[in-house]
């Protein structure tokens, strides 16, 4: 059974972009696990809750076999946030998938991740992609492996099941 790790900001998260991919993949008999900057309860944009059940900073990556970047506009906090970089730059070096949905890709290239690396997120993030090194793609959902990287609500069941397909679920 696969394990993941969703990573939601404390606030300001975006809900379907959470609440989507996060039942897709549960029907595919996944495990998910939320972490946010701190343990608790995290608000998202549109009034749903979530429980953080720990912090990014506590996250063994090679625990998980994804690594999932939810976004909304609160995913800003981190882009430059050290361990968020470090959960990233872990899943990666332990062999994970390593997947961002809407602004939240940026999180994965300030780590310098996607340096040519094929990646979209929401069309606001496009010059910053470019600016750490990413080819990108301005689809709805990219998948350049390990990496899979979504932009926007409207992509959240598809950002689902090619992350079900790359870890062999679907």
Known sequence: MAHLLFVIAPEVFRDEEYA???EVLEGYGATITTASTRPGLCSGKLGMTAEATLSIADAD???????VF???????VY?????????ARGAFDAGRIVAAICIAP???AHAWLL???KATAFPSQEDDLHAHGALWSGAPVQVDLPFITANGPEAAHEFAREIARALGLA
């Open 61 to 67: 990556p090679a625990a998980y076999d994804a690594v």
């Open 106 to 108: 940026s999180i994965i």
């Open 20 to 22: 989507v991919p996060r």
């Open 79 to 87: 882009f430059d946030d050290p361990a968020a970089h470090k959960l």
């Open 115 to 117: 340096r040519g690396v």
């Open 70 to 76: 939810i976004g909304g506009g609160g995913a800003a």
